[in-house]
């Protein structure tokens, strides 16, 4: 069976040189050389799936600064009407 740790693989060398200048615990080696794969993993699986859903353009997410910003001037939506900010 076949893990497929690219990352790790490309870094293998210079994480194995750190563990043995840090004298690493074996387990503290396997931890970090898994949490640098796991996270490579997840930012490309967030950058292909990000690339997949065919977005037309990255909005930043800002935060509302009044609790009542997302209703319309009645404090309701109308049938039809969407939310504007």
């Known amino acids: 069976?076949?893990?497929r740790l690219f990352k790790?693989?490309?870094?293998?060398?210079?994480?194995?040189?750190?563990a043995a200048t840090q004298e690493l615990a074996y387990s503290d080696f396997l931890d970090q050389l898994l949490?640098?794969?796991v996270a490579a993993k997840t930012s490309k699986n967030?950058?292909?799936r990000t690339s997949m859903a065919r977005f037309p353009f990255v909005?930043?997410?800002r935060p509302s600064t009044s609790p009542t910003s997302h209703r319309s001037p009645q404090g309701?939506?109308?049938?039809g009407q969407l939310p504007l900010h």
């Open 1 to 3: 069976m076949k893990l």
């Open 8 to 18: 790790s693989r490309d870094r293998l060398e210079a994480l194995l040189q750190e």
């Open 35 to 37: 949490s640098e794969e």
């Open 46 to 48: 967030v950058t292909m």
């Open 59 to 61: 909005k930043p997410w």
């Open 76 to 79: 309701r939506y109308r049938p």
